[in-house]
C-alpha cells in the first residue's frame, strides 16, 4: 500500500469473472505519516482507509469485468462494519463479490481480512461512467498492470470513444 497516494491493493490475486469474484493482497506499511496522527503512540489504520482499501478491491472487479471499458467512482457505503484493528505491517486480504451490475452503477459486497479474520466489510456502490479523459484512463491501465489484472481482461483501445 501506498497511503499517501490512495494506492490501496498491492496485488490481485484471484479473479474468477464467472462467480463475479476478485481477492487482492494489501500490505500495511511499517511506517507511514498517517500513522503518527491516528494515533500518537497506538498507530492504527483509519477506518476511512479501510474502506478505500475494499472500494478499490472492488473497483478492480468491476473493471476486469467490464475490460476497463469503463471507471467506477465509488458513490455510497452500506453496511459497513468494523470488526477489529488494523496496525501497522499487517497482510491484509480483501475480497469482493459483484451483485449488480448494470444501469450506469455496480454493487458489490466487500470485506478485508487479516490472518484469516474478517476485520470489516461493507456494500458498495459506484457510478460507472466513461473515463473522464485519456489521462485517467491511461493511469488507470498502467496500476492494472502493476496490480496484476490479467492482460486479457485490458481493452487497450475503445472504438468510438
Not at 40 to 49: D, T
Not at 82 to 96: K, N, T
Request: net charge neutral; charged share 20%.
Amino acid at each position: 500500500m501506498r497511503l499517501e497516494y490512495f494506492q490501496m491493493v498491492d496485488r490481485i490475486t484471484a479473479l474468477d469473472l464467472p462467480n463475479r469474484r476478485i481477492t487482492t493482497a494489501c500490505q500495511v506499511p511499517e511506517q507511514s505519516p498517517v500513522f503518527e496522527g491516528h494515533f500518537p503512540g497506538y498507530p492504527i489504520l483509519p477506518g476511512v482507509l479501510m474502506i478505500e482499501t475494499m472500494a478499490q478491491t472492488g473497483g478492480w472487479l468491476v473493471l476486469a469485468m467490464l475490460g476497463c471499458t469503463k471507471m467506477p467512482f465509488l458513490m455510497q457505503v452500506e453496511k459497513a462494519k468494523m470488526r477489529s484493528f488494523v496496525a501497522p505491517g499487517q497482510a491484509l486480504e480483501g475480497e469482493a463479490t459483484l451483485l449488480h451490475d448494470g444501469s450506469g452503477y455496480a454493487v458489490v459486497k466487500a470485506a478485508l481480512s487479516a490472518g484469516g479474520k474478517k476485520v470489516t466489510d461493507a456494500e458498495i456502490r459506484y457510478g460507472v461512467v466513461p473515463f473522464p479523459n485519456d489521462t485517467l484512463r491511461a493511469a488507470m491501465l498502467n496500476t492494472a498492470r502493476r496490480v496484476g489484472l490479467p492482460a486479457d481482461h485490458i481493452q487497450e483501445h475503445i472504438h468510438g470513444a
